[in-house]
């Protein structure tokens, strides 16, 4: 059974940081890219951040440029996600994706493994 696990996320306070970490099981994350996505209330799914399978090629949006970073390690079959300067627009929920690319997209559609996600709060 593929599955994806978030963890990381909380309530801080703006200009805070946070790390999340993404672990995978039933499947070797090695051949896939992994992308963070986050989902605000009423709000559509959007990308934040991608790594390819090698590591070698990362992607980030406009908002975060600068104050995320994506890194994987997959003798731990983990990806995780950075986050530096917080600020309250960054609230939401954030989810990783997988398994099914070996080079990054932004489109949720591209894919097929899902993790539960993880509520980041950023809030005085």
């Known amino acids: 059974q593929l599955q994806l696990v978030e963890s990381g996320g909380g309530l801080v306070q703006p200009g805070g940081s946070l790390r999340l970490s993404c672990v995978a099981s039933?499947?070797?994350?090695?051949?896939?890219?992994v992308a963070w996505f986050r989902q605000a209330p009423g709000k559509e799914r959007t990308g934040v951040s991608c790594?390819?399978?090698?590591?070698?090629?990362?992607n980030y949006a406009d908002s975060v440029k600068g104050r995320f970073t994506i890194s994987r390690d997959n003798a731990k079959n983990t990806v995780y996600l950075q986050m530096n300067s917080l600020k309250p627009e960054d609230t939401a929920v954030y989810y990783c994706a997988s398994g099914s690319l070996y080079y990054c997209s932004g489109d949720p559609n591209d894919f097929s493994s899902w993790g539960q996600g993880t509520q980041v709060t950023v809030s005085s």
């Open positions: 790594i390819s399978s090698s590591g070698g090629s990362t």
């Open positions: 039933g499947f070797t994350l090695d051949y896939y890219a």
